[in-house]
């Protein structure tokens, strides 16, 4: 069973509680799925690599910045949670391909990755290969709960 979560302001993509003490049910879902063979190291920076991509792409998963009671300010975060799965090379290939049949918006990591040094290098590093040739380490996708279900079909949480 999923728990829901209490957010901030809400928007038109999460169901409405009458009572403002009750946890917010979301429509959407924000999964990330890994390849299980990563490094713990590595489950880690792919993890913060692809839910980097998201915010940029749909503005309206990050909520407003946080501030504590001394008034110090700290930066926005995603409104909703993010799942973390994972799963075999060959999950991650049929999610990348569901993800595209469904048009989500996703980002991807690929083992090409872990040897780049820098941006530029990464976008080249996945522009040289085809899209049926990605060596995917990383998934992540944003959309309506039911595509995102369908897409990291076969994964499992991440334990």
Same mark, same amino acid.
């Given at each position: 069973?999923?728990?829901?979560?209490?957010?901030?302001?809400?928007?038109?993509?999460? #169901?409405? #509680?009458?009572?403002?003490?009750?946890?917010?049910?979301?429509?959407?879902?924000? &999964?990330?799925?890994?390849?299980?063979?990563?490094?713990?190291?590595?489950?880690?920076?792919?993890?913060?690599?692809?839910?980097?991509?998201?915010?940029?792409?749909?503005?309206?998963?990050?909520?407003?910045?946080?501030?504590?009671?001394?008034?110090?300010?700290?930066? #926005?975060?995603?409104?909703?949670?993010?799942?973390?799965?994972?799963?075999?090379?060959?999950?991650?290939?049929?999610?990348?391909?569901?993800?595209?049949?469904?048009?989500?918006?996703?980002?991807?990591?690929? &083992?090409?990755?872990?040897?780049?040094?820098?941006?530029?290098?990464?976008?080249?590093?996945?522009?040289?290969?085809?899209?049926?040739?990605?060596?995917?380490?990383?998934?992540?996708?944003?959309?309506?709960?039911?595509?995102?279900?369908?897409?990291?079909?076969?994964?499992?949480?991440?334990?």
């Amino acid at each position: 069973m999923q728990k829901t979560y209490k957010t901030g302001p809400r928007t038109g993509r999460q #169901s409405h #509680s009458m009572n403002d003490e009750e946890p917010l049910r979301f429509d959407t879902k924000i &999964a990330v799925l890994l390849r299980a063979d990563l490094a713990t190291w590595q489950r880690l920076n792919v993890t913060a690599f692809l839910v980097s991509g998201l915010g940029p792409e749909v503005p309206e998963l990050v909520g407003e910045p946080y501030e504590d009671a001394d008034g110090v300010p700290y930066l #926005s975060m995603f409104r909703q949670p993010v799942l973390v799965f994972e799963g075999t090379k060959e999950t991650l290939k049929a999610a990348h391909t569901r993800a595209l049949s469904r048009a989500l918006p996703r980002s991807v990591f690929t &083992a090409d990755l872990f040897t780049t040094g820098h941006d530029a290098a990464n976008r080249a590093a996945v522009r040289a290969v085809p899209t049926a040739d990605l060596d995917l380490v990383g998934l992540a996708v944003y959309g309506p709960k039911n595509a995102v279900d369908k897409v990291v079909k076969g994964a499992r949480m991440h334990p």
